[in-house]
């Protein structure tokens, strides 16, 4: 299990039954990412992007591989083009 230092982003990988134990504690799952608040812009991690999409059911497809390709797409589904299936 990884979880990622919710107070200084260290991340450490532990067994489950110590993982468990720490989730809560100032730890959480590596995996989780916050969203930042507000529109999604240049100045947000792919990361951010890539889970603002997957909180509003956009969809990015493997061809989005840079930055700039997730945040095209996620203003195209926002734009409500059709080229979405999940917007």
């Given at each position: 299990m990884?979880?990622?230092?919710?107070?200084?982003?260290?991340?450490?990988?532990v067994?489950?039954?110590?993982?468990?134990?720490?989730?809560?504690?100032?730890?959480?799952?590596?995996?989780?990412?916050d969203?930042?608040?507000?529109e999604?812009?240049?100045?947000w991690?792919?990361a951010?992007?890539?889970?603002?999409?997957?909180?509003h059911?956009?969809e990015?497809?493997?061809?989005?591989?840079?930055?700039?390709?997730?945040?095209?797409?996620?203003?195209?589904?926002?734009?409500?083009?059709?080229?979405?299936?999940g917007?």
């Amino acid at each position: 299990m990884r979880l990622r230092n919710t107070a200084n982003g260290a991340v450490i990988n532990v067994d489950d039954e110590l993982g468990n134990s720490l989730l809560g504690g100032g730890w959480k799952s590596a995996e989780e990412v916050d969203v930042p608040d507000g529109e999604p812009s240049e100045s947000w991690k792919v990361a951010e992007l890539v889970a603002y999409a997957k909180a509003h059911s956009i969809e990015i497809t493997g061809d989005a591989r840079r930055k700039s390709d997730v945040l095209e797409a996620i203003e195209k589904a926002k734009q409500g083009d059709g080229s979405n299936p999940g917007a």
